[in-house]
């Protein structure tokens, strides 16, 4: 992620109004993303209609997110996850800022930053949100950042779930007796382009790289380099890998410094799971994530970084590790 070098009401028959197509196409607008819609038959109580019975029994309810074995400092992650969950998820009728502002004063935070959440306070009537994965964006003593990578559903008209989602970077600084979030800093992917080139539609094709809505965006807004959508496409040949970050969510500097990040740039990537093994976990099959580091370092990766601190790179920091890398790959390139 960082890199070292040069940072159910049922719908009336009536036709819909404005507010009912805005929601309609809520999935599309957030994320330039193709909305998805769970198929699922149920049989309807006395009191409710058949699409509103079918709607409530498709609604995800994802479980709440918790840190795996391996982790760094896992309550720093924790505490940045449970605030964007409490902002992003709700039950009917819990929509608006003034109910995510008390969700988050429940946790006892700083209700302001519901103020943040951007694209997670959709106007939507119900909405569920899943964390992937937390990964770090800078660790450092006194702060961090963590990249809360997120899909979220929001429920349309009439009452059945729209995927979306986003991947927000959540600052914290350190506070007794938990650290604290000072800021939210959601995603920001901009419009699919006109047209989606290749390698980017074999990227968005390839079964083997997974990635979450936000990276699908970054892909399909036209601004990931080439050359870190080669390198993708050489992996996949190899392994199958989970994509944390591309572009959006991530810190415009090296956090901590007043380098650019190449993530911005879209001359980078994160992963973080390999062959369904985080990289963060220590049970991971040995030698797992050093040979995926070596791959993407001899498909073109100018730097290559990681939980583990390799010896041999074409130049002395092809290969870094730190705190930071502790959760994910990172694969930088020039442009």
């Excluded at 039950?91 to 109910?99: C, E, I, L, R």
């Excluded at 498909?299 to 041999?312: D, R």
């Amino acid at each position: 992620m960082t890199d070292p070098s040069p940072p159910p009401p049922p719908v009336p028959a009536s036709p819909p109004g404005r507010r009912s197509v805005l929601l309609a196409g809520l999935g599309c607008a957030l994320t330039a993303c193709s909305t998805t819609r769970p198929s699922v038959s149920s049989s309807p109580s006395p009191s409710s209609s058949p699409a509103a019975s079918s709607s409530a029994a498709a609604f995800p309810a994802p479980a709440a997110w918790q840190p795996g074995p391996g982790e760094l400092q896992p309550d720093v992650k924790l505490r940045a996850v449970q605030v964007v969950e409490a902002i992003g998820g709700w039950p009917p009728g819990g929509q608006g800022v003034a109910a995510a502002r008390a969700r988050v004063a429940a946790l006892g935070a700083d209700p302001g930053l519901a103020d943040q959440g951007g694209p997670l306070l959709a106007d939507a009537p119900r909405a569920a949100l899943e964390v992937v994965y937390a990964q770090y964006g800078g660790l450092l003593a006194d702060s961090s950042s963590v990249l809360v990578v997120c899909r979220q559903w929001l429920a349309g008209p009439d009452g059945a779930p729209v995927s979306t989602g986003s991947t927000v970077d959540v600052r914290l600084s350190s506070a007794e007796p938990r650290w604290r979030v000072t800021s939210l800093h959601p995603s920001d992917p901009g419009p699919a382009a006109a047209a989606t080139a290749d390698p980017a539609l074999r990227v968005l094709a390839q079964p083997r790289i997974a990635l979450p809505p936000a990276a699908v965006a970054d892909v399909r807004s036209g601004q990931v380099h080439g050359a870190a959508l080669e390198v993708m496409l050489a992996l996949a040949g190899a392994y199958a890998f989970e994509v944390s970050v591309l572009r959006s969510g991530h810190p415009l500097l090296v956090f901590g410094t007043d380098r650019p990040s190449d993530h911005p740039r879209g001359l980078a990537f994160d992963t973080w799971r390999i062959e369904g093994h985080p990289v963060v976990d220590p049970a991971a099959p040995a030698g797992l994530v050093e040979s995926f580091m070596r791959a993407a370092a001899a498909a073109g990766s100018y730097n290559v970084g990681g939980p583990q601190l390799l010896s041999g790179g074409r130049t002395a920091n092809q290969f870094f590790s730190d705190p930071t890398h502790h959760d994910h790959v990172h694969t930088g390139f020039r442009d």
